[in-house]
């Protein structure tokens, strides 16, 4: 079963606006990663944070974990049209099998030019 | 080379048919996975194959026959296919079996007629 929600389920914003996705889980985890998706292709790994940071910076993006509310979140700042995208979070959970990530349900983003 | 590569990118084929999916990387990774995704839901794992050895198994019906001939390349063999396992199929392979980032391929679009 998928241990991951997102909120919002969907997210339209305009260029330049700034794009904020959270995402919820249950277990004790090892580390959450965000990963993109364009429609209909492969995921693309964006950042990954450990159970023991807080906050992890990537170009645009920021995120934040909170494992006290097992809760993270992913801004985008500057949003451009090119990052309209699916956007997933994933667990890997701490007394899980090697390698298992679990996929939240996903923030679909649309940024208007 | 960051690539994961799959093919074919679609594929169509009745319920009586055989067909393989193929996967490849060269990042010299240890784990590779194969992902059944549906329209508008987040990937959901079916098998993880750690140092070229079925390590995870989703309980995923026989129908659907993994194989890691090496450690660059995977497998998914169909068989006796249902209309309901038309999906994205993605193969990903992380460094390591743990919790790692994982890197996709581009996915193939199964239809089952």
């Known amino acids: 079963s998928q241990q991951g929600e997102e909120d919002p389920q969907a997210l339209s914003i305009q260029e330049g606006e700034n794009a904020t996705m959270n995402c919820s889980y249950k277990t004790s985890i090892n580390n959450l990663q965000w990963y993109r998706q364009n429609s209909g292709r492969g995921l693309v790994h964006l950042i990954l944070?450990?159970?023991?940071?807080r906050e992890k910076h990537s170009g645009r993006l920021r995120v934040t974990l909170d494992t006290s509310k097992k809760s993270s979140s992913l801004l985008i700042t500057a949003s451009r049209a090119a990052d309209t995208a699916s956007y997933f979070c994933a667990t890997g959970a701490l007394y899980n099998q090697g390698g298992k990530l679990i996929f939240g349900q996903g923030t679909e983003l649309s940024v208007k030019p | 080379d960051t690539e994961v590569t799959q093919t074919p990118k679609h594929l169509v084929m009745g319920m009586t048919n055989k067909k393989s999916l193929k996967c490849e990387q060269h990042m010299g990774h240890r784990a590779m996975y194969w992902y059944k995704q549906k329209a508008k839901k987040p990937p959901e794992l079916m098998f993880v194959y750690s140092y070229e050895k079925l390590s995870i198994n989703e309980s995923v019906p026989s129908r659907f026959s993994p194989e890691c001939p090496n450690s660059s390349l995977l497998n998914l063999h169909l068989h006796a296919l249902q209309p309901e396992d038309s999906a994205l199929y993605l193969c990903?392979?992380?460094?390591?079996?743990?919790?790692?980032?994982?890197?996709f391929g581009p996915g193939t679009r199964l239809l089952v007629l």
């Open positions: 990903a392979s992380s460094q390591g079996p743990n919790q790692e980032t994982q890197y």
């Open positions: 944070i450990r159970s023991n940071e």
